[in-house]
């Protein structure tokens, strides 16, 4: 087993961060007819509570702030 797998379950009710990253290659996306379905994509994926929409960069600048 690795780490991932030793670490208990969480708490019921506890909050957990889930996280989804898209990588957008301007190969594919950079395609005319496909920026309407990008578009409605991220429209749908930000149209839930709590998404938050980011970058690479302040993910770690969150991650190596000091704790609030």
Do not use: C, N
Not at 25 to 46: E, M, S
Not at 47 to 68: C, F, K, M, N, Q
């Amino acid at each position: 087993m690795d780490e991932r797998h030793d670490k208990p379950p969480a708490r019921a009710g506890a909050r957990q961060w889930l996280g989804l990253a898209l990588v957008l290659h301007p190969f594919v996306t950079g395609q005319a007819f496909r920026a309407k379905y990008l578009d409605q994509a991220l429209d749908y994926i930000a149209g839930h509570s709590g998404v938050w929409l980011t970058t690479s960069d302040e993910i770690a600048r969150h991650y190596t702030a000091p704790p609030p």
